[in-house]
Nanobody, 125 residues
Framework: QLQLVESGGGLVQPGGSLRLSCAASGFSLDDYVIGWFRQAPGKEREGVSSISSDGGRTNYADSVKGRFSISRDNAKNTAYLQMDSLKPEDTAVYFC??????????????????WGQGTQVTVSS
């Protein structure tokens, strides 16, 4: 069974950090682009970041540039999203996704085939 499982979410104070993980089972992430998306209550899902299959290229939404960092460890079949300097507006359910197409400019959910169930990130004092 092909599956992506996110972990690492939780409650953090503004200015704090969290590291999200996205572990794949049932398939290898080696040939897949990994994307991170988020959805806040009452809002549409938005792309946060993506990384090419070899890890050599990354793309970030303007709202998270300089604060978030995406990475992957293909040997562990896992991708990560390091989130620093968190703000209350980062509060959302975060999803990871795997797909076959990378773009330096676009990050849309239709570009991805497999999705995790999401992990809640809450930034609040």
């Amino acid at each position: 069974q092909l599956q992506l499982v996110e972990s690492g979410g939780g409650l953090v104070q503004p200015g704090g950090s969290l590291r999200l993980s996205c572990a794949a089972s049932g398939f290898s992430l080696d040939d897949y682009v990994i994307g991170w998306f988020r959805q806040a209550p009452g809002k549409e899902r938005e792309g946060v970041s993506s990384i090419s299959s070899d890890g050599g290229r990354t793309n970030y939404a303007d709202s998270v540039k300089g604060r978030f960092s995406i990475s992957r460890d293909n040997a562990k079949n896992t991708a990560y999203l390091q989130m620093d300097s968190l703000k209350p507006e980062d509060t959302a359910v975060y999803f990871c996704a795997a797909g076959g197409y990378y773009s330096d400019y676009d990050l849309w959910d239709y570009m991805f085939e497999y999705w995790g169930q999401g992990t809640q990130v809450t930034v609040s004092s």
